[in-house]
Antibody, heavy 117, light 106 residues
Framework: QVQLRESGPGLVKPSETLSLTCAIS????????WTWIRQPAGKGLEWLGR???????SYNPSLRSRLTLSLDMSRNQVSLKMISVTAADTAVYYC???????????WGLGTRVTVSS | AIQMTQSPSSLSASVGDRVTITCRAS??????LGWYQQIAGKAPKLLIY???NLRTGVPSRFSGNGSGTDFALTISSLQPEDLATYFC?????????FGGGTKVVV
């Protein structure tokens, strides 16, 4: 099954830009979509957005003005960029391939992001 | 946006109990719903997709049913390893939306 590994800076200052990468590896199908989800400590899950293999994107309206997803299959990675972060963006960020697509649904381990000065 | 109302928010049950968790959608989502299990400190794991389809490798004590607006996840005989938080997720419409979660204490 495909493996996903998120990586990022860990700590970001308020008003700065958060950049995360999801490295895709492993056998089996290449995947047709990659989704980003986040979870503040002790809270529920929030869908951020999705990018398809052909490059089409969809975003949570609450974040659309600040969020950009991109895909670089030559490097087998998906990227997330979020501008103007605040403390409310502090969370564990997960990368998911083929979410809810049966046996292909696969999550990374998540990467913790703290927004603090 | 579609709102997913999940209940209960927590429950305490004994080993061997039958446990049911429900999710109600704010509009008809056909059968575009899945159930996830999240063990503390881990990423969620898909149990059920398309409302009632058991993912390969998931124990048969887990089952899902429902369509339209009302859905349920049932654990037929609770096991100690089922201690976790369970979430529903709809993918009928963007933005996808999760239920608030049900914490199961064994």
């Amino acid at each position: 099954q495909v493996q996903l590994r998120e990586s990022g800076p860990g700590l970001v200052k308020p008003s700065e830009t958060l950049s995360l990468t999801c490295a895709i590896s492993g056998p089996s199908r290449d995947g047709f979509s990659w989704t980003w989800i986040r979870q503040p400590a002790g809270k529920g899950l929030e869908w951020l957005g999705r990018i398809y293999r052909r490059g089409t994107t969809s975003y949570n309206p609450s974040l659309r003005s600040r969020l950009t997803l991109s895909l670089d299959m030559s490097r087998n990675q998906v990227s997330l960029k979020m501008i103007s972060v605040t403390a409310a963006d502090t969370a564990v960020y997960y990368c998911v391939t083929d979410i809810l697509y049966g046996d292909s649904d696969s999550w990374g381990l998540g990467t913790r992001v703290t927004v603090s000065s | 946006a579609i709102q997913m109302t999940q209940s209960p928010s927590s429950l305490s049950a004994s080993v061997g109990d039958r446990v049911t968790i429900t999710c109600r959608a704010s509009q008809d989502i056909k059968n575009d719903l899945g159930w996830y299990q999240q063990i503390a400190g881990k990423a969620p794991k898909l149990l059920i997709y398309a409302a009632s389809n058991l993912r390969t490798g998931v124990p048969s004590r887990f089952s899902g049913n429902g369509s339209g607006t009302d859905f349920a996840l049932t654990i037929s005989s609770l096991q100690p390893e089922d201690l976790a938080t369970y979430f529903c997720l709809q993918d009928f419409m963007v933005p996808l939306s999760f239920g608030g979660g049900t914490k199961v204490v064994v």
